[in-house]
């Protein structure tokens, strides 16, 4: 069974310094997904990455897929307190998205 | 461009009771999958619709049931409500096939809170 851990699960850092968030899966996929959840709110997509190697950069936000590894990261650059939120990562599983499977989420707090 | 919307945004139900949750996909989307989020958790893959039948189901029990309509809108199903069924239930559509790489996109989730 394809099982996605991520970690932190919670992370407090000061506005201007960098991080990375890890995502670990169990299973061969080649697609995997970052999404971004504001609190009471719905899932806002972030990055797709669908092959190994792959790097996707937005803003401060980074991306990267190991699939040989099975673990992506999402690396914050110079944070700043907008980038507060919960960042999931999900994996396709059975292809064709027919079944994302998701981590727990990074609930990331940044402080002035 | 619609996005994808759903209804109701709020519903308090009482155990036993039964509920409907509605999607409307994304224009231009033929495929709708349900995701049940509980509070503190990742979203659970509940089911997906594709043609008007259901085309994979995560680990729910039968009393999840989904319709797909003709003009690809959805329904979520929920009898003999229990406790932890309390969640944000989140509806995503995409179009399957084709050279795009699929991706979901969720509508604002109906949160459900049943006493």
């Known amino acids: 069974e394809l099982k996605v851990e991520q970690n932190p699960l919670f992370l407090s850092m000061q506005e201007g310094k960098n991080y990375t968030i890890y995502c670990n899966y169990s299973?061969?996929?080649?697609?995997l997904y970052w999404y971004r959840q504001d609190p009471g709110k719905s899932l806002e997509s972030l990055f797709v990455l669908l092959s190994n190697g792959a790097v996707k950069q937005e803003g401060r936000l980074m991306a990267s897929l190991d699939t040989k590894a099975r673990l992506s990261t999402l690396h914050i650059t110079a944070a700043v307190h907008d980038l507060s939120a919960t960042y999931f990562c999900?994996?396709?599983?059975?292809?064709?998205?027919?079944?994302?499977?998701w981590g727990l989420g990074t609930s990331l707090a940044v402080n002035p | 461009e619609t996005g994808v919307t759903q209804s109701p945004t709020h519903l308090i139900k009482t155990r036993g009771q039964q509920v409907t949750l509605r999607c409307s996909s994304q224009?231009?989307?033929?495929?709708v999958s349900w995701y049940q989020q509980a509070l503190g958790q990742g979203p659970q893959f509940i089911f997906q619709?594709?043609?008007?039948?259901?085309?994979g189901r995560g680990n729910f029990p039968p009393r999840f049931s989904g319709l797909q309509f003709p003009n690809y809108s959805s329904e979520l199903n929920v009898n003999a409500l229990e406790l932890d069924d309390s969640a944000l239930y989140l509806c995503a559509s995409r179009t399957r096939g084709g050279s795009s790489y699929n991706e979901q996109f969720f509508g604002p989730g109906t949160r459900l809170t049943v006493l």
């Open positions: 224009s231009g989307h033929n495929t």
């Open positions: 619709y594709y043609r008007e039948e259901e085309n």
């Open positions: 299973t061969t996929s080649d697609r």
């Open positions: 999900a994996v396709d599983h059975a292809g064709n998205n027919r079944k994302l499977i």
